[in-house]
């Protein structure tokens, strides 16, 4: 469905964000690999979570269909290579099968895995025949490639049957998802440490915890990026931790740059923006990058952003369609290249009554609504993708007085 959005001149809210599915999903993994029972408290109720619990509890499945679930299709590509005597194909959609996940197929045969490429080589769909895996004792790995293929070979490394090196080589990214990865871990009882780009795993088992996950710092940014654009607003975020293992969390320090506090990681307080251009690494957190270049630009802030490699391999290439999307509105940001976006006050006209295309990513979907505080009766398209990670996202707009019309 397509919907125009109004927002009124301010808006107040105590907003109940969702459990974080980055979180989630990890300790669903971890919950299952200990033999608990019993599920984690607080599980985050979108797309993505919902598959791997679905997942986990079709035991006999041989198929498994994860639609556009990139963190699910990653960490089960793990868990079932050691599923002993389990053979299993684990697909997605379409888009999913242009996600490469071949760096990890790798490492998982290094250890023993017996997976095969039903499609093309180096992509989904696979078929996987689970086996008991054996630590070849190094493990070299890319660091500038996704977070969840490290994470995912993490995860089962403590099942192996020795210490199990792990080395990133190169750039690292998304180093906050591994440091999450490594704290669950120690919470379920596994010994690891990571010093730099070497992460280092003991063999031995998990044990099962009560555990409860806290709330989404991914989803918190939208209502930071409402509160920079919206003066006057009063808005709270129920269930935040500060400090938290989620590297998102620092969406709170970058928005001071656009005016923003945070009051006891709870309340939402406006200040005077800092004019000056916003030059900033989002390597640790680049799913924040659509939220802060779509402020920066409703602002007049200019930027120059880099650490954003891992965009062009998200749930579409985030890069190019943040570029298209904010051509729309008369902003000429720069795709400087395959890491980096810039944005030094160039303008055109914007396109008459433009509608914002989301690709099939929940991202763009909420990045974008608050550009309708500018643009009002902006028109987001395919809004249902919040339900990857923020089902309830238009729901809570509604509460706070946004007018959602159908178009």
Same mark, same amino acid.
């Given at each position: 469905?397509?919907?125009?959005?109004?927002?009124?001149?301010?808006?107040?809210?105590?907003i109940?964000?969702?459990?974080?599915?980055?979180?989630?999903n990890?300790?669903?993994?971890?919950?299952?690999?200990?033999?608990?029972?019993?599920?984690p408290?607080?599980?985050?109720?979108?797309?993505?979570?919902?598959?791997?619990?679905?997942?986990?509890?079709?035991?006999?499945?041989?198929?498994?269909?994860?639609?556009?679930?990139?963190?699910?299709?990653?960490?089960?590509?793990?868990?079932?290579?050691?599923?002993?005597?389990?053979?299993?194909?684990?697909?997605?959609? *379409?888009?999913?099968?242009?996600?490469? #996940?071949?760096?990890? +197929?790798?490492?998982? $045969?290094q250890? /023993? @895995? %017996? =997976? !095969?490429?039903?499609?093309?080589?180096?992509?989904?769909?696979?078929?996987?025949?689970?086996?008991?895996?054996?630590?070849?004792?190094?493990?070299?790995?890319p660091g500038?490639?996704?977070?969840?293929?490290?994470?995912?070979?993490?995860?089962?490394?403590?099942?192996?049957?020795?210490?199990?090196?792990?080395?990133l080589?190169? *750039?690292?990214?998304?180093?906050?998802? #591994?440091?999450?990865? +490594?704290s669950?871990? $120690?919470?379920? /009882? @596994? %010994? =690891? !440490?990571?010093?730099g780009?070497?992460?280092?795993?003991?063999?031995?088992?998990?044990?099962?915890?009560?555990?409860?996950?806290?709330s989404d710092?991914?989803?918190?940014?939208?209502?930071?990026?409402?509160?920079a654009?919206?003066?006057?607003s009063?808005?709270?975020?129920?269930?935040?931790?500060?400090?938290?293992?989620?590297?998102?969390s620092?969406?709170?320090?970058?928005?001071?740059?656009?005016?923003v506090?945070?009051?006891g990681a709870?309340r939402?307080?406006?200040?005077?923006p800092?004019?000056?251009?916003?030059?900033?690494?989002?390597?640790?957190?680049?799913?924040?990058?659509?939220?802060?270049?779509?402020?920066?630009?409703?602002?007049d802030?200019h930027?120059?952003?880099?650490?954003?490699?891992?965009?062009?391999?998200?749930?579409?290439?985030?890069?190019?369609?943040l570029?298209?999307?904010?051509?729309?509105?008369?902003?000429?940001?720069t795709?400087v290249?395959?890491?980096r976006?810039?944005?030094h006050?160039?303008?055109?006209?914007?396109?008459?009554s433009?509608?914002?295309?989301?690709?099939k990513?929940?991202?763009?979907?909420?990045?974008?609504?608050?550009?309708?505080?500018?643009?009002?009766?902006?028109?987001?398209?395919?809004i249902?993708?919040?339900s990857?990670s923020?089902?309830?996202?238009?729901?809570?707009?509604?509460q706070c007085?946004?007018?959602?019309?159908e178009?």
């Amino acid at each position: 469905m397509d919907y125009s959005i109004k927002f009124p001149a301010k808006i107040a809210g105590d907003i109940a964000l969702p459990a974080s599915k980055s979180i989630t999903n990890r300790a669903l993994i971890l919950n299952a690999l200990s033999g608990n029972g019993k599920m984690p408290h607080n599980c985050a109720d979108c797309d993505d979570s919902n598959a791997m619990i679905a997942a986990l509890r079709a035991t006999d499945a041989e198929r498994i269909d994860i639609g556009a679930a990139g963190t699910t299709m990653r960490f089960l590509t793990a868990y079932y290579a050691m599923q002993e005597g389990r053979e299993t194909t684990l697909d997605g959609s *379409e888009r999913m099968r242009q996600r490469p #996940i071949g760096v990890l +197929v790798e490492a998982l $045969r290094q250890c /023993g @895995a %017996e =997976i !095969e490429y039903v499609g093309n080589a180096g992509y989904p769909p696979l078929r996987i025949t689970g086996r008991r895996l054996t630590s070849p004792g190094i493990l070299t790995l890319p660091g500038n490639v996704s977070s969840q293929y490290i994470s995912a070979i993490m995860m089962i490394s403590p099942m192996l049957d020795k210490r199990t090196e792990i080395r990133l080589t190169g *750039e690292m990214t998304s180093i906050p998802y #591994i440091d999450m990865t +490594v704290s669950l871990m $120690r919470e379920y /009882g @596994a %010994e =690891i !440490e990571r010093q730099g780009n070497i992460i280092v795993v003991q063999p031995g088992e998990y044990s099962p915890i009560d555990y409860a996950v806290e709330s989404d710092w991914s989803g918190a940014s939208y209502w930071y990026e409402i509160a920079a654009l919206l003066p006057g607003s009063d808005i709270t975020l129920q269930g935040l931790k500060e400090p938290s293992v989620q590297g998102d969390s620092r969406i709170a320090e970058i928005f001071t740059h656009f005016g923003v506090a945070t009051t006891g990681a709870r309340r939402l307080e406006q200040t005077k923006p800092n004019p000056k251009p916003l030059e900033i690494d989002m390597a640790d957190c680049p799913d924040l990058a659509q939220t802060v270049v779509v402020t920066a630009c409703m602002l007049d802030i200019h930027f120059d952003i880099t650490g954003l490699r891992t965009l062009r391999i998200k749930e579409t290439d985030r890069m190019e369609a943040l570029r298209s999307q904010l051509y729309k509105l008369g902003y000429d940001i720069t795709i400087v290249d395959d890491n980096r976006l810039a944005w030094h006050g160039e303008r055109h006209p914007p396109v008459l009554s433009p509608a914002i295309d989301t690709f099939k990513d929940h991202r763009m979907a909420m990045a974008f609504a608050p550009a309708a505080i500018k643009f009002p009766g902006l028109v987001i398209r395919d809004i249902d993708v919040v339900s990857k990670s923020y089902p309830a996202f238009w729901q809570h707009l509604a509460q706070c007085g946004v007018i959602l019309t159908e178009k």
